[in-house]
């Protein structure tokens, strides 16, 4: 069974500032991983995902994120966050073999 | 490319009535999905299509929940009859293939309130 957990539910900060969402998950096979945001009203769209590769994975809206599998996670970064980025953010794992699970999602709020 | 279209955008009804959504996917993609949103939680995968067939439905409550895609295209979710607790955001999702590797494109959203 696979399972993922996004350590923080609400993270507040000010515009321009650095963020850093995490997630941290849970397999016992090999993940695939990714980052979904969903702006209020609206479904959830891809931000990146993790296959395979370079650990490091760049993303749409300037977002990147770090695959870590020794720790088990894949935090999502932005060195600059805009009042737009003001979004709920998820993390999914997904295996070859199952179906994505999905965190319970991390609420972004930018202030001015 | 047209997105997953969804609809109704919002209904609401009262227990024990029945309700239905509707889902027309990104023309091509084979796989479509339903998920559930509860408010504060991520989406939970209710039932896997693959064309026409299902892939999966370990998750769907089947004693009121059931779903078909008879001819491969758009999908229908129906309750029935509906519980408070199925309050949620039912969410239709589609993909070019059949893993999930392929990442999803999701509609808006069906929000139900059930009071």
């Known amino acids: 069974a696979q399972s993922v957990t996004q350590l923080d539910s609400q993270v507040p900060v000010f515009e321009e500032a650095p963020v850093e969402l995490r997630c941290n998950y849970s397999?016992?096979?090999?993940?695939?991983l990714f980052w979904y945001v969903q702006y209020p009203n609206q479904g959830l769209q891809l931000l990146l995902k993790?296959?395979?590769?370079?650990?490091l994975v760049k993303g749409i809206n300037g977002f990147e994120a770090e695959f870590n599998k020794s720790q088990t996670s894949f935090h999502l970064r932005k060195p600059s966050v805009h009042i737009s980025d003001t979004a709920e953010y998820f993390c999914a794992v997904n295996t070859n073999a199952g179906k994505s699970t999905f965190g319970d999602g991390t609420t972004l709020t930018v202030k001015p | 490319e047209a997105g997953v279209a969804q609809s109704p955008r919002y209904k609401i009804i009262e227990k024990r009535q029945s309700v239905a959504f509707w889902c027309n996917p990104i023309s091509g993609h084979a796989t479509l999905y339903w998920y559930q949103q509860i408010l504060g939680q991520g989406p939970k995968l209710l039932i896997q299509?693959?064309?026409?067939?299902?892939?999966?439905d370990s998750q769907l409550p089947k004693d009121r929940f059931s779903a078909e895609r008879l001819k491969g295209v758009d999908s229908t979710l129906k309750i029935q009859p509906a519980k408070l607790e199925d309050s949620a955001v039912y969410l239709c999702?589609?993909?070019?293939?059949?893993?999930?590797?392929?990442?999803?494109?999701f509609g808006s959203g069906t929000r139900l309130t059930v009071v």
């Open positions: 299509f693959q064309n026409n067939g299902v892939v999966d």
């Open positions: 397999s016992s096979v090999s993940v695939y």
């Open positions: 993790y296959l395979s590769g370079s650990t």
């Open positions: 999702a589609s993909s070019l293939g059949d893993r999930e590797i392929d990442g999803y494109t």
